[in-house]
């Protein structure tokens, strides 16, 4: 074989070869900062809503609770209504 490639150094198969090979490595290296970039950008994303954004199971969890404490507190005033009506009406 005459090498007549890359300054006469390389035969046509070895320069077919290392165009290859380097292409294979430059699509690897390429693929690895694409997921890369992709991890640090979902990471990014997380970051943001976990300092922006509302937690729905924890809006629902004080809701109930909210809900349970006007329940609680609606009930108190109508024991004392009972109790006012009773006391009222027995005075009578």
């Known amino acids: 074989m005459t090498k007549t490639m890359a300054g006469a150094t390389q035969t046509y198969d070895e320069s077919y070869n290392s165009m290859v090979t ?13 997921a890369a970039r992709k991890q640090t950008v979902e990471h990014l994303d997380q970051l943001q809503q976990s300092v922006s954004g509302v937690s729905l ?5 004080n ?3 909210y809900q349970r ?8 005033v109508t024991v004392i209504n009972e109790m006012l009506d009773t006391l ?3 005075m009578l």
């Open 57 to 61: 199971d924890e809006e629902m969890i």
């Open 69 to 76: 404490g006007y329940q609680s507190a609606a009930r108190v």
């Open 88 to 90: 009222i009406n027995r």
């Open 63 to 65: 809701l109930t609770q």
């Open 22 to 34: 380097s292409l294979g490595v430059d699509s690897k290296n390429a693929t690895a900062l694409s």
